[in-house]
């Protein structure tokens, strides 16, 4: 499952979530939003599970002033 910490609504080509993805593998997945001026943080995470059902999550922020 793709989410974004503003709750913005994320979209993938396969569907979110992401049904299948294969070692070595990548997907892009898009959400947008209209900002002010300022500063804005933005944190994009993944939760996904192994073959063998282990969970595993990354995520990456970005902070635009």
Known sequence: LVTDS???????????????LPAGE?????ASKRV???QYK???SAT???PLGALYSGGASRLRS
């Open 6 to 20: 503003q709750g913005e609504t994320v979209t993938c080509p396969s569907g979110n979530p992401i049904p299948l």
């Open 26 to 30: 990548s997907e892009t997945c898009t």
């Open 36 to 38: 002010t001026v300022g």
């Open 42 to 44: 933005n944190t994009g």
């Open 48 to 50: 996904g599970r192994g």
